[in-house]
């Protein structure tokens, strides 16, 4: 039902700006914020205990439901499994002889724990004659900026492999976006291959700090800068992959340039998953509750992709709003099945999963099981605590953690991967991933696609999880990754 997301041509970013909206009838227009240096990206969501399309200053009041269900659980009957139990109906492979990771230890010895101290590592690399790597000198250490990759950039080899490995490397080495664009500011002896490094690497980190520095980018005469600031920006921010193979002319660089002066502001106000939720939803023209600002015009399932990228299960609130605001069965199911990863939750049966075969009543039924939760997850003030939820949801899996999301629940995590519904599999990555491990990019949407299940495999080996996989197709060439074509 979610194909893959197709590359971008640089032709459309366009002038970006925002056509009358048809729905703006006692909404609050949209204002000129001035530049406050700080970003408001966690705001909640004021919609509570609403039907679909109700918009929050007329709706009925709250029921203030605290428990999690009148009997303690949460109403999904039969899709509940424990994780150390076999999984019925999980489309995945054939897999036997797990190897164990014992209860006192995280990962396997064999794999060194990667630094979440900064990233700083003193590292200095040559590809054939040229030498790629770089060291920047800085008053904390010797940061390297080690990226062999970018002599593959741009192009479709870099979009399938080499953009997977920069990305990786700057989230596991490099040290976060605040010390990457104190870098671009303030190393006047920053060379070109260190700011596409930081232009291309920076992405991952979806931190809209760095907006600034693709908006000096971009207007920069080299081709091979706005190129990368272009390619760059929009990875920030969960776009689609643009193809910048055959420039940025001054036109297309003036465009973007506006364009990013107009998601900093929005991103004042709002976080990039409701500036991709709004998105969504003014395909049916809609809005996302106590929304004010810029948005692109994408597609529902291109928005969709787009908050896949920049979630993290601190949005549950705001992807609870917008599926309660839509009335696009698309747009719903793919709502559900990303709320369904960050809670560890199941709603549709899995041998009814889209993709599956899905009948429309299955998915009916899954929807109004979603709905029943949400009731259930509302605590005091009608607000959702998605570490509550966790919490709940490991316990009845038989785990019990004090923290869902901390040091004591990183075993537990590993068998969320091991042996979860594959719509979990991406938080257990993220997750994994402050608990030491390595930085894996997994899919909810695509979570059939062989790559997914690749690197599925690839971190599950890691932990000394590995599987068995019997009678496996494989294809030499490596399958591109999301947003690729």
Same mark, same amino acid.
């Given at each position: 039902m979610f194909s893959q997301r197709t590359a971008a041509s640089v032709e459309r970013i366009g002038d970006g700006c925002d056509g009358p909206d048809a729905n703006v009838t006692g909404q609050q227009p949209v204002e000129s914020l001035?530049?406050?240096?700080?970003?408001?990206?966690?705001r909640q969501v004021g919609m509570c205990h609403l039907g679909r399309g109700v918009d929050p200053r007329v709706g009925p009041s709250c029921s203030h439901h605290g428990n999690l269900d009148p009997a303690g659980q949460p109403a999904q009957g039969s899709l509940e499994l424990s994780l150390d139990s076999a999984?019925?109906?999980?489309?995945?492979?054939?897999?036997?002889?797990?190897?164990?990771?014992?209860?006192?230890?995280?990962?396997?010895?064999?794999?060194?724990?990667?630094?979440?101290?900064?990233?700083?590592?003193?590292?200095?690399?040559?590809?054939?004659?040229?030498?790629?790597?770089?060291?920047?000198?800085?008053?904390?250490?010797?940061?390297?900026?080690?990226?062999? =990759?970018?002599? @593959? %950039? /741009? &192009?479709?080899?870099?979009? #399938?492999?080499? !953009?997977?490995?920069?990305?990786?490397?700057?989230?596991?080495?490099?040290?976060?976006?605040?010390?990457?664009?104190?870098?671009?500011?303030?190393?006047?002896?920053?060379?070109?291959?260190?700011?596409?490094?930081?232009?291309?690497?920076?992405?991952?980190?979806?931190?809209?700090?760095?907006?600034?520095?693709?908006?000096?980018?971009?207007?920069?005469?080299?081709?091979?800068?706005?190129?990368?600031?272009?390619?760059?920006?929009?990875?920030?921010?969960?776009?689609?992959?643009?193809?910048v193979q055959t420039g940025v002319s001054d036109e297309m660089a003036r465009n973007t340039a506006r364009e990013m002066n107009r998601m900093r502001i929005s991103l004042q106000r709002n976080s990039l998953v409701e500036v991709w939720l709004?998105?969504?939803?003014?395909? =049916?023209?809609? @809005? %996302? /509750? &106590?929304?004010?600002?810029? #948005?692109?015009? !994408?597609?529902?399932?291109?928005?969709?992709?787009?908050?896949?990228?920049?979630?993290?299960?601190?949005?549950?609130?705001?992807?609870?709003?917008?599926?309660?605001?839509?009335?696009?069965?698309?747009?719903?199911?793919?709502?559900?099945r990303l709320i369904e990863a960050v809670t560890l939750s199941r709603f549709v049966d899995a041998s009814s999963q889209p993709?599956?075969?899905?009948?429309?009543?299955?998915?009916?039924?899954?929807?109004?099981?979603?709905?029943?939760a949400i009731e259930n997850w509302r605590g005091p003030g009608c607000a959702i605590d998605v570490d509550r939820v966790l919490k709940s949801r490991m316990a009845q899996m038989g785990a019990k953690v004090r923290d869902p999301r901390g040091d004591d629940a990183c075993l537990v995590w590993q068998r969320v991967l091991r042996v979860g519904d594959p719509a979990w599999w991406p938080t257990a990555a993220r997750?994994?991933?402050?608990?030491?491990?390595?930085?894996?990019?997994?899919?909810?949407?695509q979570a059939d696609a062989q790559w997914n299940k690749d690197r599925r495999d690839e971190l599950l080996n890691w932990f000394g999880l590995i599987p068995k996989v019997a009678n496996r197709s494989r294809t030499p060439k490596e399958s591109p990754a999301p947003g690729v074509q």
């Amino acid at each position: 039902m979610f194909s893959q997301r197709t590359a971008a041509s640089v032709e459309r970013i366009g002038d970006g700006c925002d056509g009358p909206d048809a729905n703006v009838t006692g909404q609050q227009p949209v204002e000129s914020l001035q530049d406050t240096g700080g970003w408001n990206l966690h705001r909640q969501v004021g919609m509570c205990h609403l039907g679909r399309g109700v918009d929050p200053r007329v709706g009925p009041s709250c029921s203030h439901h605290g428990n999690l269900d009148p009997a303690g659980q949460p109403a999904q009957g039969s899709l509940e499994l424990s994780l150390d139990s076999a999984i019925r109906r999980l489309p995945l492979p054939t897999v036997k002889s797990f190897s164990e990771v014992g209860d006192g230890q995280l990962y396997s010895s064999s794999h060194p724990e990667y630094p979440r101290t900064g990233g700083i590592r003193i590292e200095v690399a040559a590809v054939g004659s040229v030498m790629i790597g770089l060291v920047v000198q800085l008053a904390l250490g010797s940061v390297t900026l080690f990226s062999p =990759e970018l002599a @593959r %950039f /741009p &192009g479709s080899y870099f979009d #399938s492999n080499g !953009r997977t490995s920069v990305q990786r490397r700057a989230m596991e080495q490099w040290p976060g976006a605040s010390k990457l664009a104190d870098i671009w500011w303030n190393d006047p002896d920053l060379a070109k291959p260190g700011r596409m490094a930081i232009l291309i690497g920076g992405a991952v980190t979806h931190d809209a700090d760095l907006i600034p520095v693709y908006r000096d980018a971009i207007e920069r005469p080299s081709q091979a800068i706005r190129q990368a600031a272009m390619y760059g920006y929009l990875d920030l921010i969960g776009d689609q992959l643009p193809n910048v193979q055959t420039g940025v002319s001054d036109e297309m660089a003036r465009n973007t340039a506006r364009e990013m002066n107009r998601m900093r502001i929005s991103l004042q106000r709002n976080s990039l998953v409701e500036v991709w939720l709004h998105a969504m939803l003014r395909n =049916e023209d809609k @809005r %996302f /509750p &106590g929304f004010r600002g810029y #948005s692109p015009r !994408r597609s529902a399932t291109d928005c969709l992709f787009a908050v896949e990228r920049v979630m993290s299960p601190d949005d549950l609130q705001s992807l609870i709003a917008a599926f309660q605001v839509s009335d696009n069965q698309i747009s719903r199911i793919g709502l559900m099945r990303l709320i369904e990863a960050v809670t560890l939750s199941r709603f549709v049966d899995a041998s009814s999963q889209p993709g599956s075969g899905s009948s429309p009543r299955s998915l009916e039924l899954g929807m109004n099981r979603l709905e029943e939760a949400i009731e259930n997850w509302r605590g005091p003030g009608c607000a959702i605590d998605v570490d509550r939820v966790l919490k709940s949801r490991m316990a009845q899996m038989g785990a019990k953690v004090r923290d869902p999301r901390g040091d004591d629940a990183c075993l537990v995590w590993q068998r969320v991967l091991r042996v979860g519904d594959p719509a979990w599999w991406p938080t257990a990555a993220r997750q994994l991933y402050t608990c030491g491990g390595p930085w894996i990019e997994l899919s909810v949407l695509q979570a059939d696609a062989q790559w997914n299940k690749d690197r599925r495999d690839e971190l599950l080996n890691w932990f000394g999880l590995i599987p068995k996989v019997a009678n496996r197709s494989r294809t030499p060439k490596e399958s591109p990754a999301p947003g690729v074509q």
